[in-house]
């Protein structure tokens, strides 16, 4: 036996430390699961696991592996059969709450009955009842190897785990660049053009199918914030529209749209000047507000779901890291309570 391998063992004495290796395996992304099982005394028991991975298609064959110091382990040990649910994005506090040891797990759940009285969970992108197939030792964990008897899968937007961290997943765009490479700084990598070229073609397209012509960019974005919550103060409106203290655009826009007879203005009782869409004004802005949501619904559609729910999660957190605190539309400041 070589000086490396540890006495009595076939093991080998790793050169790395636990953390390391624990960082190391991170870095493998994974979807996340839950298991579920019912204990011989009838309880259910579930535990958040990412050791998931498929196994054979014929026989149809998965496995996991579950910590031995786990609360449930022997109930999964005891049992005929469990259940796997591959989550979805939308699933993040449900996994969290079944990786709380000694958490009330199913007290608030609505859960349906599976093969051997298994708790089985909804809204999960694929749920498979196993019937238990071998346990392995797999030193600190017990492997379990099930045979999918049943299944049912939904094309919903998994929830990925990598680097301790959930994730999204989205489709990798080809590395194609969109016109050249040249780098003069107000390239394709820019984001400060990409984001403006993005919103751009959104625009445009909404503006195309607009029902009236000859509003601007700005005009549009005063109608549908005004269309979400309406009678804002006017300072609001030029803070969260212009953002860099030039109110005389907004004030344009603003005289724009009242000449159109789409705004009115009026000073509330402590003086502060608020504006709000007239009658014509309102169904003017959610016209447009239809027209926007139907042009997002066919621009995102053309990208994925997935995609789609990765890019807007990124741009929330772009936004969130960003923020310098221009209120939001559907937030109310002081003075237009
Ligand atoms: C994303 C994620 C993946 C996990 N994967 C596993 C796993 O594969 N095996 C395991 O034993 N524990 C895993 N855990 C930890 C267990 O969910 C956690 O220890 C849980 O408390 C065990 O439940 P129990 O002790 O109540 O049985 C994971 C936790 C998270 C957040």
């Known amino acids: 036996m070589s000086d490396a391998l540890l006495k009595g063992t076939n093991m080998h004495k790793p050169v790395f430390d636990s953390n390391e290796f624990r960082r190391s395996l991170g870095t493998f992304a994974t979807g996340v699961t839950i298991i579920t099982v019912r204990s011989p005394d009838g309880e259910p028991i579930g535990v958040t696991a990412n050791s998931f991975s498929s196994v054979s298609l014929d026989p149809p064959l998965v496995l996991w592996s579950l910590a031995k110091n786990a609360k449930s382990l022997p109930a999964f040990q005891a049992a005929e059969y469990f259940a796997i649910h591959i989550l979805s994005a939308e699933q993040e506090g449900l996994s969290n709450l079944f990786a709380s040891q000694g958490a009330d797990k199913f007290g608030n759940l609505n859960t349906e009955q599976g093969i051997g009285d298994t708790p089985l969970l909804d809204g999960c992108c694929t749920r498979m009842q196993c019937k238990v197939a071998h346990q392995y030792e797999g030193g600190d964990h017990i492997i379990f190897v099930g045979e999918v008897v049943d299944l049912v899968s ?184």
């Open 154 to 337: 939904n094309d919903l937007t998994p929830l990925v785990f990598q680097a301790g961290k959930y994730s999204l997943a989205a489709r990798k765009t080809d590395d194609t660049p969109l016109i050249s490479s040249s780098s003069s700084g107000f390239d394709e990598d820019f984001f400060g053009y990409l984001l403006w070229r993005a919103y751009f073609q959104f625009q445009s397209e909404v503006n195309k199918q607009a029902p009236f012509r000859g509003f601007t960019s700005l005009e549009f974005l005063i109608l549908v914030t005004l269309a979400h919550n309406n009678w804002r103060a006017v300072d609001t409106l030029c803070d969260m529209i212009v953002h860099d203290g030039d109110h005389d655009l907004v004030g344009q826009a603003l005289e724009s749209l009242v000449e159109k007879g789409l705004l009115q203005e009026k000073a509330d009782k402590n003086g502060f000047k608020l504006c709000g869409l007239s009658e014509t004004g309102n169904e003017k802005a959610l016209e447009l507000l239809t027209i926007a949501k139907s042009t997002e619904s066919t621009f995102l559609e053309r990208l994925g779901q997935k995609e789609s729910a990765a890019l807007k999660n990124l741009l929330k957190g772009f936004i969130v890291e960003t923020d310098t605190g221009i209120p939001h539309p559907w937030e109310r400041t002081e003075g237009e309570a």
